[in-house]
Each structure stands twice: as C-alpha cells, then as structure tokens.
C-alpha cells in the first residue's frame, strides 16, 4: 500500500511539474491512462488513481469520450510574479497605489506630486471654462494622430529653447508621460532585451520594465550623471538596448547631468545600439537649465519624453514625445493600435494654462516656494541623524541618508501604520546599500506629524 | 578574379544571413578576419575585401583594435513590417489615420463615429463648466487607482441593468476602450498566442493584436452570431487563449447575437481555455438589449469592456473594464505600471453629463435619428446595386454587398481621390470575398457627393 501510494505520488509530481514548466500546456491532452502506464512501468489503475486525484485538485479534467486534459486557463500575467517577489513595503507598485489610494487625512511625504494648493487651480479652472466654449468638433471629434498643433509647436518651441532641434512634426501627444515612455518601450523592447537604469531611479520605472519582460541593469547615478565606467562596462558586457534616465532634474536624489558627463555618456552611447529615452518631467523647476542629452545627440538616439503632471495638473493628463520624424511616424502607428487616440480635450485645457500668461509667474513662485522647502525639510532631518546625499539645486525630492543601522524598509512600515507614506530606497533601486535611504518630496513634508513618526520609527529601529 | 569575387559574395551573403536571421545580433562582434578565413579555407585578403564591402554598406563596423561588429541599432518594430504588407487603402491602421487626419470638407462614410451635430454638445460644454467648479483635489491630483467612484457605481448599476452581475469595486477606469481591450491582452497574451475574432470585426482589432504578435484566426460572424460550427472547429483546433468580440450590435455587420447562438458559444467556450473580450461600446444605440455573453457567464470567463466614444465625445477619453474582483486587482498593477493613471477630469466631466438628466433624451432622440439615416442610406445604396447584408435593428453601420465584380478596395482609392473615405470589406476581414463588401456609416452618408462619387467608381470600375 505504501508503495502503491508513492507510485501515484510519482506520476502526480510528474504531471505538475510538466504543468509548472509548460511543456504541458493548458488544453494539452494527458497521454493515455494505459500508454502512461506502461512507459512507466506502473500498473493502469495507479495511474488512475493519480489522474483522479489531479482531477480532484482541479489541475486536470475528463472529457468524456475523449481523454483527459490540462485544465485551463493559463494563470494571466501576474506582475508581481514576473521577477523576485518584494517585500510589498517596498514594492513599486504596493507603493503607488497606497500614495494613490490615501485619504486626505495621511501624510504623503513618499509621494511623488505637489499638494493641491501649489498647483495652478485658478489657470485650470480658467482653461476648463474656456475650454467648455471651444468648437464643437474639439468637444467631440477623435483628435488628429499626432494631436493640437498648437500645443505641439509649443512644445517644439520649449524643447528649441533647451538646445533641442525639433519641429511640430516631430512632437506627438500622449495620455501621459508614462504612456509615452510605455510606447517607446513597445516600440523597441522584446522580452529578454536589457535595458540601462540609473541607480536609483523613479520607482515606475521597475514596475513599467516588469511589465516588458526585460532585464533591467542599474548604473550608479553619481551627482553629475551616471558612473561612466559602470555604464561603459555595461554596455560593452550586456548589449543593452534602452537607457531610460531623467534629465533635468534627476529623480530621486535631486541630482543634475554635468555637460562634460553628457558629453562623455553620448560618445559611449554612439559607439553601442543604446537608444536613450529622457524623461524631462521636471524640468520646470529648474533654475539654470541642464544639459539634454536629446540637445547634444540631435535626436539621433535619444526620445524626449514630458508631461504635465507635476506643474499643471495630475488628473488633466497629457504627455508628449519628441523624437526623429520616421520614429514619429512609427509610434503614431502604435499609438492609434494600442489607444486609438488621445484626451483632445486635455491638450485643448493645458494650451490654454500653458498660454494664458500666467504660467510663467506660476513656475517663478513656484520655484521660491519650493527651495524654501527645501531647505525647512532638510533642517528638519538633518538633527535627526537623516542627511542628505546631496544638497538638490532644485526640484521636489531630497534623497537622504538613514542614521546607521536603521532600515528604510522597517521605518516606513512603521511610519505607514501612523499615517505617513514613505518611499524607502528599496524601491529606486535594488543595489545592497539601498535599504539606508530614503526620498523626501519637500512640498509634502511640511508637518510636525511626519518628523515625528520618523523619530519615533528611528528610536524603535535602532 | 571571376572566383575571388564570388568568394567574397559567399562571405557577404552568409553574413548578411546571419544577421538577418539574428544568429548574429546587433552588436554582436565578428569572427576576426584570420579565423573566418580560416573556417572558410578561403585567403585572408578575400575576407578582409568582403569585410569592407560590409562596413561600406553599413551593416558592420570596424572598431579600431577591438574588431569588427554588427552595426545597431536593430530595426524599431514596425508595424507595418509585423505580418503581411496590406495595400495601404485596405490597411486597417492607414484607413484610420486617414479618417484621422480628414480635413472638414471630406466625406467619412467610412469612419466610426457620429458627426459633431450629433452628439450632445450643450450637455458636454456645461459638464466642463461644472468641472471647472470641482473641488481642488479634483483637478489637480492623479486620481485614485480605479477611479472615481461614483462613474464606477453608475458603470456597475448599467452593466446591471444588462443582467451583469457587478459592483463599483470590479469597474476599473482607463483612459479609453482600446486602452481597455489594450491591457486585457497585455494581461493575457504572449506572442504566438491564438485570439479568435470575428470576421468581419472592428478594423482596429486587427491592428492592436498584430501589436501582441499573436496568431488571429477569425470565425465567420452570421446573422445571429458568430458561426458555432467554425468556432468549435478552431477552438479544438487552435487551443485559442482570447476570443474578442463587439456585444450588443456588431461591427461592422449590425448583427445582433441571440440568446441561443449566446448559450451555444457560452458551452463551447466553458469547454476550452477561451477568455471572453465582450466590447460594448454600442451598447447605448440598441432598442431592446441583446444578450450579453458577460451576463450569461457572471463574469466568469468575460471581461466586459465599454467607453462614451460613441455617445458622449470622443475627445474626452475614458474607457471602462468590468470583470472578476482578482482580475481587476492585476489589470490596476498593470494600468499604474503602464499608463500610472488615468484622466480623472474626463470621468468628471462624463459622470456630469451622463447624469444631467439630459442623457437619456438625448440617446432617445439619437436613435430615432439613427433609424431615419439608416432607412435612407439604405434606400440611396439600393438602387446603386449596393444591397445590405442584413438590415441591421440598430446602430449606425451597414454592411453592403458591391455589385458583382466590383472590387471594395478600388472603390475606395477611386473615392478617397475624390474627397470620399470609405471602408472597404477588405480592412475588416481577411477572407478572400471581403472585397465584395463596404461597411457605411449611415450618420456620415447624407451626402449627395457621395453616392455620386460611389456611382462614377463603380461605373469605372465595371
């Protein structure tokens, strides 16, 4: 009986195991009760015996008449089984969705937004009413592929003015910055193909990369640019295929791409197959504008990317791609398969906050209110043993150094059961020291709550 | 000479091979010159001239002291390179961007939407004005991750009312109903999947699945539904993963599924591993609801899919997917990785208008309006020799049989010279008697010009 028992363990293990690495497929037939049988050795009703039970747990089913099958269907694209499981406190996705998800009432310095109130309410307000007395087929027509010309010379105008050679015809409008740069990795990326990341990088950037199957490489990013030897040795070891990186403002740690390191990565990037894709989400705030890499490379390889979403408004979304006009054309393709078209209405409202003559006094203020909080944000971490990596010329995060011996993962799964969403280092990267930091969005860190959450996680840590 | 050149060529051409069949990648660096001679038996000078004729025609490169390499970068993915080359005037994606792209004075009997006069401008324009009074958070935040709720209740309470069991929490909002259908592959299909559709379908299903690379095998669409014989033929033969569909009135014939032929496919699918795409989008245009598979199974193996494309506009974007509770919680990870979220202004601005209480006159009125369009279209094409496959109960598409020998596609470039975009059978099909049909657009056709148009192409024609 014991034995008889195992034999039926045997063929079950086999046939899940055969399930698990899908050389069984779901519908797949089961070879027959006696064929199995006898390639195994084992007598038939054990392997009925085995196929009962299979049935039993649901993995296969009967058919009368016809023999026995996987039963489907095939478990769907789970993210969070493409890759390592995380620790969800500092999974990427665990993390957006809480920052998305909270109520009012918690404390986002995690975040990776401006409060409502320093955002331009008036100017949208403003452009939605104008916006409600466009012509009728703005209000209902599908926009045309590439989007608003007016908006798109804007844009071509804005990216002229950081040294980047572009026309209207080479600016296409998206849903958002992210559709634009998951449209780019369509575009480009199979599963399997590497790409570059700096290290750390915008915490979506993992779960987008997930999500195209491919192997990701972080490069150290240093305070004027990614490590250069580390990017060099990358590409000339793995081939890679993207380089996804910000510019402008580097988000998290604040920091700005030196012109000399612009130079030096371009001359790695012309001698591989890299296409580069620069996400220019912050731009505005700068003060003295850094250099593109999409300037310096006449949009030969590099995409540039940008949204809305930081200096207008997250829930009006428009994003953009700046590319060469071939590249345009193709993405417009992919655009029209995957979305058919995009939020007219949304272009219509923006142009007008964009050009109603305020916006510019809006970003000024903006950036005043911004390195005041900066700097309160830092004066209040720093006593507390939370040091800044750098000190951010500009921008909205600071990204900061934990006292020794205090986990960044630990302290915001203490912090998020008191109300305060934290974005722990573990989630821009995956590099061994990243657990000791932490990035701090300035315009969410304005309250005593938040310091002293943090000092109590911190007390209990160490 | 005559045989060193040769030698050369069979250097060339086995490269060019490889690389065209990838076992040598972009990147990848080539046998030195000395030992591919050497593997070839062929003299060094014979490699190194075919070497140089590579970097000539810029399909490898020299690097000084480190060899030679395949140049990259690799082809973007394109396409129109992704499947058969289609003649443009057939091709799904260019009959789009053509449409797209139509200046106000061309005629779209070919297009998929209603004319700006239509649709409910007066109700649009003061749902903006009333956006425009939100609260702040309503404007300027990302929204939550499903999205708002109150659309989502009245989503949940509509899908209801068509006997489809589900609550706000399995509402997730995207930004549009391609977008919807877009994700649902994504979540999915892995290339070489098999997706069943039906033939004829919507042109763009076509283009989105060649985004996926799948295999798309398409069941002849009856009067009544799609056929069940040809459906369990392909469901045994293929193990299909997806089967997309348009419920309520089908596009582009106006068919309508019944209850019978509903319950016969629900069977067949239950036997097999088939996920259900149930594309609702128009469902507001039926008199009396068709079945929906969605209904029949509880949401079992259907994902319900909708949008206001058609309704409210078409350029304030939202889309919605209705389906099981675990399902929705992976289709939300993979919407914030890919898009992170969407425009929560338009689900504002649509909830207004859809509960203005002006809504449900106004699809009343649009239907009467509808009905008259499609009886005169009908009653102009008749005459031309052009015959309805079926008269459709509703809708605003009808599908016609050309005159014997009349080719749709060459009607169409006849036409779209002469300021007339039409929709040969050949965009929505694959079948060899596709030609033979055109789908019109009964509220785009009330032109004189077009009909006249129409009889001068076949006339030339035939």
């Known amino acids: ?51 009962e039970r299979l049935i039993a747990l649901g993995k296969i089913e009967s058919r009368t008449g016809s023999g026995f099958y996987i039963v489907g269907p095939l478990a769907p694209l789970s993210l969070s089984e493409l890759g390592p499981k995380l620790d969800r406190s500092v999974d990427p996705l665990w993390i957006s969705r809480q920052s998305l998800e909270a109520k009012a009432d918690v404390f986002k310095p995690g975040c990776g937004w401006l ?3 320093w955002m331009p309410l008036d100017s949208i307000r403003k452009a939605l009413r104008s916006a409600a007395r466009s012509p009728d087929d703005c209000l209902m027509g599908y926009s045309t592929p590439l989007g608003l010309p007016a908006l798109r010379d804007l844009l071509a105008r804005r990216a002229q003015s950081k040294g980047i050679n572009a026309n209207l015809n080479q600016v296409l409008l998206t849903d958002s910055g992210t559709q634009a740069i998951d449209l780019v990795c369509r575009f480009l990326l199979k599963p399997n193909d590497v790409v570059l990341i700096d290290d750390p990088c915008y915490f979506n950037f993992h779960a987008l990369l997930k999500v195209h199957q491919v192997k990701v490489i972080g490069i150290p ?3 004027t640019g990614p490590d250069l030897e580390a990017f060099k040795k990358a590409v000339e070891t793995y081939n890679p295929r993207l380089y996804i990186t910000n510019s402008g403002i580097h988000n998290p740690t604040g920091a700005v791409l030196s012109l000399s390191t612009a130079h030096q990565l371009l001359k790695l990037i012309e001698q591989s197959n890299l296409i580069v894709v620069e996400d220019d989400i912050f731009s505005d705030f700068e003060y003295s504008p850094a250099p593109r890499l999409a300037a310096l490379d006449n949009l030969s390889r590099v995409i540039f990317i940008g949204s809305f979403s930081k200096t207008l408004s997250a829930s009006i979304r428009c994003g953009y791609i700046i590319a060469k006009p071939e590249w345009i054309d193709q993405l417009t393709d992919l655009k029209i398969a995957t979305s058919f078209s995009h939020n007219g209405v949304s272009a219509e409202v923006l142009l007008s906050a964009l050009t109603d003559g305020s916006y510019r006094k809006h970003i000024e203020l903006l950036k005043v209110r911004l390195a005041k909080a900066m700097h309160d944000t830092i004066t209040q971490l720093e006593p507390m043993g939370i040091k800044p990596w750098i000190k951010p010329q500009a921008g909205i995060f600071v990204w900061c150094h934990l006292p ?39 315009t969410q860190s304005n309250h005593d709550h938040i310091y002293e959450t943090l000092a109590d996680a911190i007390q209990q840590e160490s």
Do not use: W
């Not at 199995?36 to 084992?42: E, P, Q, V």
């Not at 799964?413 to 932490?438: E, T």
């Open 1 to 51: 009986m014991k034995q008889n028992k195992t034999k039926i363990e045997i063929v079950i293990s086999e046939i899940e195991q055969q399930i698990k690495n899908r050389s069984l497929m779901p519908g797949a037939r089961l070879p027959s009760v006696r064929k199995l049988a006898n390639d195994l050795g084992f007598s038939v009703s054990t392997v009925v015996e085995a196929y």
């Open 115 to 117: 409060p409502d109130d």
């Open 221 to 223: 990013y240093t305070p």
């Open 404 to 442: 020794k011996g205090v986990e960044a993962s630990e302290i915001a799964k203490y912090c998020i059961n008191h109300q305060v969403i934290l974005a722990p280092g573990n989630a821009f990267s995956q590099a061994s020291n990243a657990g000791q930091f932490i990035r701090f969005n300035v």
